[in-house]
């Protein structure tokens, strides 16, 4: 699709779309590593469970039931 849309297809799954977590953000691992490093106890609002926590409570939180 040449109007950078999704269309979810096989063929474009890891197709880094606008908005796509795929999408290069230009840092390396390691860079993502350190800055997880530095924010992972920080509070944030969280809309899967409704409140605050630190973003390395996340995970948990997105797969309990």
């Given at each position: 699709?040449?109007?950078?849309?999704?269309?979810?297809?096989?063929?474009?799954?890891?197709?880094?779309?606008?908005?796509?977590r795929y999408?290069?953000?230009?840092?390396?691992?390691?860079?993502?590593?350190?800055?997880?490093?530095?924010?992972?106890?920080?509070?944030?609002?969280?809309e899967t469970?409704?409140?605050?926590?630190?973003?390395?409570?996340?995970?948990?939180?997105?797969?309990?039931?």
């Amino acid at each position: 699709m040449s109007d950078g849309k999704w269309s979810g297809g096989i063929a474009n799954r890891t197709w880094a779309r606008p908005g796509s977590r795929y999408a290069s953000d230009g840092m390396t691992g390691e860079q993502r590593r350190a800055l997880y490093e530095s924010v992972k106890d920080e509070p944030f609002w969280c809309e899967t469970c409704g409140g605050a926590h630190p973003l390395r409570e996340h995970r948990e939180c997105r797969i309990a039931p």
